[in-house]
């Protein structure tokens, strides 16, 4: 195979090593499910609290505040609509941020046809969460109040403490998605004053499809998934013991070896972005220079379609991601970027990249030099570039 670059972390990322082995034993010889009442099933009872209390270590949580889930998706629908309708009798108004992901927006929409009423908190240009209009539209009749911890897509890493402190003085549940940040961040749940959190195994080399949520003790969250009497008969569905304990080691491993990996990580993205401002013209980068995660890179090239780039970065062996969804066939531009003022040309020709621990510095280089002329072939072809390039730029 030619060279392969993956620069798509923030997708997803390859399962470590540790975190396999961790888990083949419960795939064949400890396979009771936990819910039996015999040997097999304590045997698997024994390893679901053991990476209960991993986890609930690392966050500092109590065992019994940590509630396992099919992933991050699952975690947000949970934590949203579980709390929206288990407060309904106190109010219907909830606030999310505008650049939350689909599993946030699309729930707040089910829930706004279901008679609850939306807001959006502001963000500024660079995804930031404006905290006086927050406190401006959090009111009596509030009931919960979400804002993701790192956005996904500009890498922005957003005042939390501070949204839960106003969720608190209005009486509402407070709610952040970690999804992107866990793992990669130092997390203190008790610190950081949130009610609910919700977590994903597969962004930091743990396995696809588990995940968990953070339920503070004495917080209202109703069943979605209703069934048998797993997670203390809040979420039903037969436990998946092997992909918890591969959740629970990864997360071990990503938490010991945080403050490395971060600064490994973001010297790469640095270098990343130097370069890329320097030697590519027409270019912006999307979301805070500091303030972002340490994996995050995304900018906007100007006159040309993000999916153009990405496809030819993907024939050259690099594997990126681009900000617009595509759908149905039809190219909506990114969300978040249009949230953070963007015009619609700019958010169409976006590319986020996201390192990871195994990328190095040479395949950065290399990454730069195919961007360019990749960059460079486009824009020859792009009648937008001539028409305006000619007379703004060239
Ligand atoms: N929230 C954020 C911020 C994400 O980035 C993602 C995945 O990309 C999710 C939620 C969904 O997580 P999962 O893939 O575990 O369902």
Same mark, same amino acid.
């Given at each position: 195979m030619e060279r392969q $670059?993956? *620069?798509d972390h923030a997708a997803t990322t390859p399962l470590c090593k540790e975190a396999l082995d961790k888990m083949l034993p419960y795939f064949t010889d400890v396979f009771g499910n936990p819910n039996s009442q015999h040997a097999f099933g304590r045997e698997s009872v024994k390893a679901v609290d053991e990476a209960r209390d991993i986890i609930a270590k690392i966050i500092n949580a109590k065992p019994n505040e940590v509630y396992f889930t099919s992933g991050g998706t699952e975690g947000d629908n949970w934590a949203l609509r579980g709390v929206a309708h288990a407060y309904k009798d106190k109010g219907n108004h909830i606030i $999310?941020?505008?650049i939350e992901h689909a599993a946030m927006l699309s729930t707040a929409k089910a829930l706004a046809k279901e008679g609850f009423k939306i807001s959006y908190m502001k963000v500024d240009n660079e995804g930031v969460v404006d905290l006086d209009h927050l406190r401006s539209i959090a009111k009596e009749g509030t009931i919960f109040i979400g804002c993701m911890m790192a956005n996904n897509e500009v890498g922005t890493i957003e005042p939390i403490k501070e949204i839960a402190k106003i969720a608190k003085d209005c009486g509402a549940v407070s709610f952040? @998605?970690?999804v992107?940040?866990?793992g990669v961040l130092k997390i203190d749940v008790k610190e950081l004053g949130v009610d609910l959190m919700s977590m994903s195994a597969h962004k930091i080399y743990g396995p696809k499809g588990v995940g968990a949520l953070y339920i503070r003790n004495g917080v209202k969250v109703q069943s979605i998934l209703t069934g048998g009497h797993q997670e203390r008969m809040k979420r039903g569905g037969t436990t998946n013991v092997a992909g918890i304990v591969g959740f629970a080691e990864a997360f071990k491993i990503a938490d010991r070896d945080l403050e490395k990996n971060f600064n490994y990580v973001s010297g790469l993205r640095d270098r990343f972005i @130097?370069?890329?401002l320097a030697e590519v013209p027409f270019v912006k980068l999307n979301g805070p220079r500091e303030n972002r995660l340490p994996a995050n890179a995304d900018f906007s090239f100007e006159f040309i379609e993000g999916e153009?780039?990405? *496809? +030819?970065l993907d024939l050259a062996g690099i594997a990126v991601s681009s900000g617009s969804a595509?759908? +149905?066939g039809s190219l909506e531009p990114s969300h978040v970027l249009l949230a953070l003022g963007l015009p619609e040309a700019l958010a169409h020709g976006s590319i986020r990249f996201s390192f990871g621990k195994h990328n190095t510095i040479e395949e950065v280089d290399y990454a730069v030099e195919k961007i360019k002329e990749a960059v460079q072939k486009l824009r020859?072809?792009?009648p937008l570039f001539k028409a305006e390039g000619e007379i703004k730029y060239v």
């Open positions: $670059i993956y *620069f $999310i941020s505008p952040t @998605d970690a992107q940040a866990a @130097d370069r890329v153009s780039i990405l *496809f +030819s595509c759908s +149905s020859e072809m792009s």
